[in-house]
């Protein structure tokens, strides 16, 4: 028996399906990425990973305030845009000026942080990582894990995103293409439970 077969989205075709269920759905609609055209919902997220979120965001928006640089920053919403996927990381850092208000995705990014769910761990680590490294504007992906304490960083080499050697569970993140730093306590929870 030949399976059906499953028209893709495109980015637009997205957007638009978005809006419809906005429309007619509760309030309290999940969030949805598209992935090579196929829309996919997120799991619900656990307080810890909104807590971090916001953290990591106020973290790098301090950064780049404080090194004067020319970025603006997005958390929780802004879609970036690869081909036929659009994912929405927690945050992401693009260059300041070239986004409209009625935009959904960020021009140009530079940095994206996903914080890992139980339920996303394989897909941010593999699938995603090698989706950002598409974008030849994202110099840096830092995945955090906040179940196992500790910040997976990719960075630029030629056309792909290379994860450092080991992940990161303390000093210093230095993000060259923003020039910021970080430190890596402030993209972990104070506490695990």
């Given amino acids: 028996m030949n399976a059906p077969l499953r028209t893709l ?10 809006d ?6 509760p309030d309290d609609e999940p969030k949805w990425e598209l992935f090579e055209g196929v829309p996919e919902m997120q799991a619900q997220e656990r307080w810890l990973h909104v807590r971090l979120k916001y953290q990591i965001m106020r973290a790098v928006e301090s950064a780049l305030v404080e090194a004067n640089v020319p970025y603006d920053i ?5 879609g970036v845009v690869i081909g036929r996927s659009e994912y929405v990381p927690e945050v992401v850092v693009f260059p300041k000026g070239l986004i409209k208000d009625n935009d959904r995705s960020a021009p140009d990014p530079v940095l994206v942080v996903e914080v890992i769910s139980p339920s996303s761990r394989a897909k941010d680590l593999r699938e995603k990582a090698t989706g950002y490294g598409r974008a030849e504007t994202i110099a840096h ?5 906040p179940d196992a304490g500790c910040v997976h960083h990719f960075a630029r080499t030629g056309t792909k995103l290379t994860a450092a ?25 104070a506490t695990r439970d």
């Fill in 9 to 18: 989205m495109t980015i637009e075709q997205f957007h638009a399906w978005l």
């Fill in 20 to 25: 419809a269920r906005e429309a007619t759905l």
């Fill in 74 to 78: 997005g958390v929780d919403g802004l």
């Fill in 141 to 145: 992906y830092l995945a955090v894990d």
């Fill in 165 to 189: 050697k080991s992940p990161l569970t303390s000093g210093r993140l230095k993000l060259d293409a923003l020039g910021i730093e970080l430190s890596v306590a402030v993209l972990l929870p």
